[in-house]
């Protein structure tokens, strides 16, 4: 694996590690947006590892993983949609000021990160 990579897988195991810690309903923005972030990093990994120079910008990195994903099967085309709504939420739960069920989000994205980011660790993903 390529050094930067592995940084990059590093980084989204621990901000997965550090969403894990925090109770939903006490700290649900903070969920979310480690969460986004685990996914954010496990998507740079990858693309790196694909030899794909992650985009500067947060849709560009989505768009880039998406399109890398699109001919790798459903559970692939799966995990960008999946990319893509985490960072809806992300925008949501660090702008927004009145989000209702904000706890059971933050506990829905949390189990997608975790699905995420385990996904992105398998070898071609």
Known sequence: MKQEA?????????????AESLAADQAPEAVIHLAYYAMFHAAT????????APA????GLIGG?????RDRGETA??????LNRAEDQR???DYGVSLPDLADAAGGL????????????????
Do not use: I, S
């Open 6 to 18: 592995a940084d990059h897988r590093a980084k989204a195991e621990r901000m997965l590690r550090q």
């Open 45 to 52: 990994a990858v693309l790196l590892e694909a030899g794909t």
């Open 56 to 59: 500067l910008t947060h849709g």
């Open 65 to 69: 993983f998406g399109r890398l994903m």
């Open 77 to 82: 085309r799966l995990q960008g949609r999946v």
């Open 91 to 93: 925008l949501q739960a």
């Open 110 to 125: 949390l189990r997608d990160a975790r699905t995420f980011v385990a996904f992105c660790a398998e070898p071609n993903p």
